[in-house]
């Protein structure tokens, strides 16, 4: 039954919709040791070459976080 209605919504998919319908971003992905006495001149350092702060998570030890970036792919 799935088929049946993709195969539907698919022919109602004029040349004039397709054309509106924007490609998918595509992403690249980094990981940062942040040291927590440094942690915004590392994040704008960062960010001034246009990396997104996604999260940040626990690092190995008490003084270390990880922070997950992301820039749209060139």
């Given at each position: 039954?799935?088929?049946a209605n993709h195969a ?36 704008d350092t960062w960010g ?27």
């Amino acid at each position: 039954m799935a088929p049946a209605n993709h195969a539907r919504f698919v022919s109602h998919l004029t040349p004039a919709r397709a054309a509106r319908v924007t490609p998918m971003t595509k992403w690249e992905y980094v990981t940062v040791p942040l040291l927590v006495h440094a942690t915004k001149q590392i994040l704008d350092t960062w960010g001034q070459d246009g990396w997104e702060l996604v999260q940040v998570v626990p690092g190995p030890n008490p003084e270390q976080l990880v922070a997950y970036l992301k820039r749209e792919k060139e």
